[in-house]
């Protein structure tokens, strides 16, 4: 597992930073079980998610963000895609990047919901136990009962 680091500005919004680099994820796992590699974006969020379809729009989920998970699938063995925690509901799904296209063409607006991932996407619902604050994924059933 690989966790690249954050943008500066990312943690304090600030707008005195004249450029950053943008990490092209925020998490890539190895399952050798599979010989597959993860190339994942994790978001979090209350009731629906805001994304850019352009460069020029401001969203939760960054054009570039998407761009890079679209590149990193064009390997062989790599599995890109969002984990989408709807703080809500309590649900975490994992929505696989070759489905994003077909979201954000089915809905005008520019915020999606569960109902409308559940309605447009067959993402997986990843399980998780409630800790006294935190979750504890079941990071392995997930990418051992993933279909590529």
């Known amino acids: 597992m690989y966790r690249p680091p954050d943008a500066a ?67 062989k063995n790599v599995c890109s895609g969002f984990v989408l925690d709807f703080r809500k509901t309590g649900n975490t799904y994992f929505l696989m990047i070759d489905e994003w296209n077909n979201l954000i063409n089915s809905i005008s607006k520019k915020s999606f919901n569960e109902d409308d991932l559940l309605k447009y996407c067959n993402p997986i619902l990843i399980n998780k136990k409630k800790l006294k604050v935190n979750y504890r994924y079941d990071i392995n059933t997930f990418l051992n009962d993933t279909r590529l």
């Open 9 to 75: 500005q990312s943690f304090d919004m600030s707008s005195k930073l004249r450029f950053s680099q943008h990490s092209p994820c925020d998490f890539m796992i190895f399952s050798g079980d599979r010989n597959t590699f993860w190339t994942l974006e994790l978001k979090s969020f209350e009731g629906s998610c805001s994304f850019e379809r352009t460069k020029e729009d401001k969203g939760i989920i960054h054009y570039y963000q998407v761009e890079s998970l679209k590149k990193f699938s064009t390997y």
